[in-house]
């Protein structure tokens, strides 16, 4: 016996019906700047820090020390983006990050000294760190779970666009790496981020996940509507279930609440894990990303490649590993993707350590091992890179997505802060460039071992989670809980605001065979 029940689709069930396409390009070329200018900036002050240190006249300390300055702004930077980003919208963080970088990176050609350049990296650093988060969280809002790691690999390849784009200037300016015009160089980097800041002010879209939890929800009928208009649905009925109860009121919302979520419950473990697994992914990747220009040329011979040439031909590596990585996550659970990826890291970083020493050491194996350990490296932390940040936008809901990503990538940064620093250090005492890289084997041996307590999202849809409504007493500072005024059934939001329905129209749409 058949009986017919209303269906009232969800947003991610229709974002799910109107499925990828030239929406997410759209998403993807007006946001993916936030990883391309990475990309740029980090790779021009990491390829010209001896060459600003020498203008500078300050030594290797004070040099490492700069990328430090940079990623510990870009640390500040994830963590101001965490009450803003969930509070007042991805769109709005995305556009402060693109049009600050773009200032910061200007003022940062023109500083007279060391001081004040380490001040505008700092704000460069906190520039990038704005919008990072916000978009991974936005393009994981409007993508359909069978795609998510898809567009976030075509998202995240912006950043090997954006050392290709560094390679390039500097292999133009001087192949050998050695007499950079810096101030030009980054005169040049600053444009990308302007070019980026009008498209996306024309053209991004608010994520419409935001806009129902926040209330507004015309806006997130209007998105869903251009979305489907974009993948040539003009007709397609996107209308959705509002459930009141599920709105976030921030009104009466300390800052910080969503950080206080994160850090107890179920949440708890989790948070832990992902922090820890992004640390050690950065710490290795901008460690490495720091060494190769300095340890390269050290080592290469006159049958080589120049060394920009080398560094620009591992940039262009990544972009193949962001594609593998893409298809592999729609083909595997994400634990198993992201242990695969620890563990080719592990053999390429020691690879390279080994094919250094043995170079050195004028044994003939030595080149053939750093050449494979170096593409390797550079291959399997790009695919890592997918793996964790696709993982790290599923597994947080809605209310404190934007938190845990950017809790998630401040830790990052942490690593990254540390690695250069750490780099010269061990370098130092050592008297050797491999050391750096045996501890980067020990960290992702050590980042395998606890992958398995996290849980799966494979294909799983995204989160919802009620963030409690809470009271300050301003006289005592307590908080308490107070109820959700708009708790209610949940109710249909497009037909009914736009006229009358069509008997027909609903029935097809929204009613099923139980």
């Known amino acids: 016996m058949s009986a017919r029940t209303l269906h009232i689709p969800k947003v991610p069930e229709v974002i799910d019906k109107i499925g990828l396409g030239l929406t997410h390009v759209r998403f993807i070329?007006?946001?993916?700047?936030?990883?391309?200018?990475?990309?740029?900036?980090?790779?021009?002050?990491?390829?010209?820090?001896?060459?600003?240190?020498?203008?500078?006249?300050?030594?290797?300390?004070?040099r490492g020390c700069i990328v430090t300055i940079l990623f510990f702004g870009v640390c500040c930077g994830n963590v101001l983006s965490a009450p803003f980003g969930d509070r007042y919208g991805r769109r709005q963080m995305i556009l402060a990050s693109y049009l600050s970088m773009f200032i910061f990176a200007v003022m940062s050609s023109t500083v007279?000294?060391?001081?004040?350049?380490?001040?505008?990296?700092?704000?460069?650093?906190?520039?990038?760190?704005?919008?990072?988060?916000?978009w991974n969280t936005l393009i994981s809002?409007?993508?359909?779970?069978?795609?998510?790691?898809?567009?976030?690999?075509?998202?995240t390849s912006f950043f090997a666009l954006g050392e290709v784009f560094s390679y390039f200037i500097m292999w133009l300016d001087d192949p050998k790496l050695i007499s950079l015009n810096w101030r030009l160089l980054l005169q040049e980097a600053a444009f990308p981020s302007f070019c980026f800041f009008v498209i996306a002010l024309i053209w991004l879209l608010e994520s419409p996940r935001f806009s129902l939890s926040n209330g507004k929800s015309a806006e997130a009928h209007e998105t869903l509507r251009i979305m489907a208009c974009d993948n040539f649905h003009p007709d397609m009925t996107v209308d959705f279930q509002v459930d009141e109860s599920e709105f976030v009121n921030y009104q009466d919302q300390p800052y910080g609440a969503e950080l206080k979520v994160l850090f107890s419950g179920d949440w708890q473990g989790t948070t832990i894990v992902i922090m820890y697994t992004c640390f050690v992914m950065n710490?290795?990747?901008?460690?490495?990303?720091?060494?190769f220009p300095q340890v390269i040329p050290e080592i290469t011979t006159h049958h080589d490649l120049t060394p920009a040439g080398i560094l620009l031909l591992g940039a262009l590596?990544?972009?193949?590993?962001?594609?593998?990585a893409g298809v592999a996550a729609l083909m595997y659970p994400r634990l198993p993707v992201m242990k695969s990826y620890l563990v080719l890291t592990t053999i390429c970083v020691l690879l390279f350590a080994g094919g250094v020493r043995m170079t050195l050491a004028k044994e003939d194996i030595g080149g053939l091992m750093w050449h494979v350990g170096y593409f390797g490296t550079r291959s399997c932390i790009a695919f890592g890179y997918v793996a964790v940040y696709t993982y790290v936008a599923e597994?947080?809901?809605t209310s404190i997505r934007v938190s845990g990503c950017a809790t998630a990538f401040a830790t990052g940064r942490v690593g990254?802060?540390?690695?250069?620093?750490?780099?010269?250090?061990?370098?130092?005492?050592t008297q050797t460039f491999t050391a750096f890289f045996f501890l980067c084997a020990i960290l992702c041996v050590s980042n395998l071992c606890v992958i398995d307590f996290l849980p799966e999202t494979f294909h799983a849809s995204l989160l919802r989670y009620?963030?409690?409504d809470l009271k300050v007493d301003h006289g005592s500072g307590r908080r308490e809980k107070i109820p959700n005024s708009n708790e209610g059934a949940p109710r249909c939001y497009g037909a009914a605001e736009h006229g009358t329905p069509d008997a027909s129209e609903l029935e097809s749409s929204y009613f099923s065979e139980a």
Do not use: H
């Not at 900036?41 to 600003?52: D, P, S």
């Not at 700092?122 to 520039?127: Q, R």
């Not at 590596?317 to 593998?324: D, G, I, K, M, R």
């Open 29 to 62: 070329s007006c946001g993916g700047g936030v990883w391309l200018a990475d990309g740029i900036e980090i790779t021009l002050l990491v390829c010209l820090a001896k060459t600003y240190a020498a203008d500078f006249n300050v030594g290797p300390f004070a």
């Open 416 to 429: 990254s802060m540390l690695a250069s620093v750490v780099y010269e250090m061990l370098t130092s005492w």
């Open 466 to 468: 009620k963030m409690p």
């Open 395 to 397: 597994v947080y809901p």
């Open 112 to 134: 007279p000294s060391y001081f004040w350049f380490a001040f505008v990296c700092f704000c460069i650093g906190v520039s990038l760190g704005l919008g990072q988060p916000v």
């Open 141 to 155: 809002e409007v993508t359909p779970s069978f795609w998510r790691s898809i567009t976030t690999a075509g998202a």
């Open 283 to 291: 710490f290795v990747f901008n460690g490495a990303l720091y060494a």
């Open 317 to 324: 590596w990544e972009l193949p590993a962001y594609a593998v």
